[in-house]
């Protein structure tokens, strides 16, 4: 227990300095047991959604046709304008790798959401990990890794079926080891090729996970020619050309529309006061973290050197302003939570060191300081589900509201009054974090009932109804109106089903099909039914008579 | 290895051809407002910040970046 507690006090030192001693270890211990509690309350969180058969998050059961595509030996980059109309806009790896799975147990919703779930475990592994190879603080080290896991918005999206967090783990992955390899070819005074070599494929993983990952791609050749220049200039040209070779392999192979699915497609409008709006919310939420590993990337600026992690953590700030994409959100802030962990235990770890050299009394401040640090953060991210007495009485114990009201989420139909929804978060009114309940389940098989009362497909805006009656899978919503706004689809033949009335339901959920889409819906068919499921408000709907 | 004072340099460079970018949109035409718009007000910020990092970085000279 050296590391925790500073020198002890010589025998002739009053009582009290013995008490101070003992602060430090006090607060780490309180801290250690909040970040302990938010890991306790993901696995909550991820236990409940393994088990729930239904989308989620409107994506995830698309993300599910793409891995039941791959699983079937077929590309999700297809012509969305022929039937079923779908296509995917993601990068293959994800998919790919929970393809066993789904030849294993078939296409369940829980392969990929306990895919993403473990990969950002392994994330703050690595985070923690990092921080340990450099601190030697076994707790410090915890902090760091827990804190990754403890974001909301890591907690939010890491048990879901999204290809994101699986992207960051790539990239986190990448950071260290390289980090680890240039601090030992310094060391060793010789290359390490077969490491870096290790390294690129790591960031290709990334790459190929989710376009998203070119910041990381960036930071890290950036990093590379600030200390190696020649050798990243010869290491990048090669790892561009493999990109380029794998790009195009994919796009010989789906007949061109790989491209037009996940770059024309992507080309969505920029929201400024999005962006701006997470930025604040994001800075808000991991102030902490993110001041510490700014003031300790600047450190290293005017007086050591620039590490890989603070030219990732200043390239995955400026990236998350993708967030003001449409269509993006909170998750774009995932890489810079990453990044700004590690800075920020590398940093602390330093400032702790200085003040081991200067006495006891500055180790016993610093050390007593750090944890307040942490336990500050572990209250900015306050997140908990509060549906059994248990979790309840901690949050009340903790000064925390037991529930808050929420209006369920229409769009199709009248808005609702606010309802008691259990669970509490200080991102504020978040549509992901609750888990979902037995009346969620009951109502997505009350959904799928009505398909399965028809004869067809339904065309509905979550995949999940459909895989839950066993029926196609129709069109990917967002997808289809990103190829809408960039004139990339040619709607014709699914008008003319939907003006033929060829399916017997339709499922809205947001509207998010582009106008036409909608305009042939509503002059062919009427709501008959409105269930409410994680709430939202879904519009069942029949062919008009 | 980049020096510390080439690294000012860079950031001095990247800094002005930013906000000659940021500037040559409304030569363009390419902005949705008529004069200097709140997103270029932003990054002529950014790249003043950026202009002032570089220049605080020359003094620091020859140790590695």
């Known amino acids: 227990m050296t590391a925790i507690s500073p020198s002890t006090p010589t025998p002739s030192k009053a009582a009290w300095q013995t008490a101070v001693a003992w602060l430090p270890r006090l607060l780490i211990a309180l801290a250690l047991l909040a970040f ?35 699983s079937q030996g077929e590309w999700p980059y297809r012509n969305n304008d022929h039937y079923p109309f779908y296509s995917s806009n993601y990068p293959p790896l994800f998919h790919v790798v929970i393809v066993p799975l789904v030849w294993l147990f078939g296409p369940q919703y829980w392969t990929g959401r306990l895919v993403s779930w473990l990969g950002t475990l392994l994330t703050a592994a690595a985070i923690g990990w990092a921080v340990q190879r450099r601190g030697r603080r076994w707790w410090l080290s915890a902090f760091s890794g827990l804190a990754f896991l403890a974001s909301n918005y890591v907690y939010h999206v890491g048990p879901l079926f999204r290809q994101h967090m699986f ?8 950071v260290v080891y390289l980090t680890a390899t240039v601090e030992r070819e310094e060391q060793d005074g010789r290359h390490y090729n077969g490491r870096l070599l290790l390294v690129m494929l790591l960031l290709l993983a990334a790459g190929y996970t989710k376009q998203l990952a070119y910041a990381t791609v960036a930071a890290i050749f950036i990093f590379l020619f600030l200390r190696q220049s020649k050798r990243a200039v010869l290491w990048a040209v090669p790892f561009a050309a493999v990109t380029g070779l794998i790009f195009l392999w994919i796009n010989l192979a789906t007949d061109g529309w790989w491209l ?8 969505n409008p920029f929201i400024p006061g999005q962006a701006i709006g997470l930025y604040r919310q994001w800075f808000t939420l991991h102030t902490v973290i993110t001041v510490a590993a700014a003031l300790f990337a600047l450190y290293q600026l005017y007086f050591t050197r620039l590490s890989a992690y603070a030219v990732w953590f200043v390239a995955a700030v400026l990236n998350s302003v993708t967030a003001g994409k449409w269509g993006a959100g909170e998750s774009y802030f995932a890489t810079a939570i990453a990044a700004s962990c590690i800075l920020a235990g590398l940093g602390m770890a330093q400032v702790l ?19 307040l640090l942490w336990l500050i953060q572990a209250d900015k991210v306050f997140h908990m589900p509060t549906h059994t007495p248990t979790l309840a009485a901690v949050a009340r114990t903790l000064g925390k509201p037991t529930m808050v009201y929420i209006a369920p989420q229409t769009s199709c139909s009248a808005p609702r009054p606010p309802e008691p929804v259990h669970y509490v978060d200080s991102a504020g009114v978040s549509l992901l974090g609750r888990p979902p309940s037995a009346q969620d389940t009951a109502a997505g098989i009350a959904i799928a009932n009505h398909i399965l009362a028809g004869e067809t497909a339904a065309f509905s805006e979550e995949a999940g109804f459909n895989f839950y009656a066993g029926r196609d899978v ?72 | 290895m980049v020096t510390k004072k080439q690294l000012g340099w860079l950031f001095v460079a990247a800094g002005v051809l930013g906000a000659t970018a940021v500037l040559l949109v409304d030569v363009l035409e390419a902005g949705n407002y008529a004069g200097i718009g709140p997103a270029q007000r932003l990054a002529l910020v950014g790249a003043g910040v950026l202009v002032l990092l570089g220049l605080s970085l020359l003094p620091l000279g020859d140790r590695p970046a």
């Open chain 1, 260 to 267: 037009v699915n996940t770059v024309t497609a992507n080309l």
């Open chain 1, 36 to 70: 302990v509690g938010y890991f306790i309350v993901y696995a909550i969180y991820a236990f409940h959604l393994f088990r729930f058969p239904f989308d989620y998050d409107q994506g995830e059961g698309f993300e599910l046709m793409d891995t039941l595509l791959f």
């Open chain 1, 474 to 545: 129709v069109t990917n919503p967002t997808q289809l109106l990103n190829l809408y706004q960039n004139n990339a689809v040619d709607l014709t033949e699914m008008l003319a089903m939907l003006n033929a009335q060829a399916f017997d339901t339709v499922i809205l959920r947001a509207q998010f099909y582009p106008p036409p889409v909608l305009d042939a819906i509503g002059q062919q068919y009427e709501t008959v039914d409105l269930i409410q499921m994680n709430g939202f408000v879904y519009c069942i709907m029949r062919p008009r008579e």
């Open chain 1, 353 to 371: 060191d200085w003040a081991k050299q200067r006495g006891w009394r500055w180790e016993t401040a610093v050390l007593t300081l750090i944890p």
């Open chain 1, 167 to 174: 992207m960051v783990m790539f990239e986190t992955l990448a």
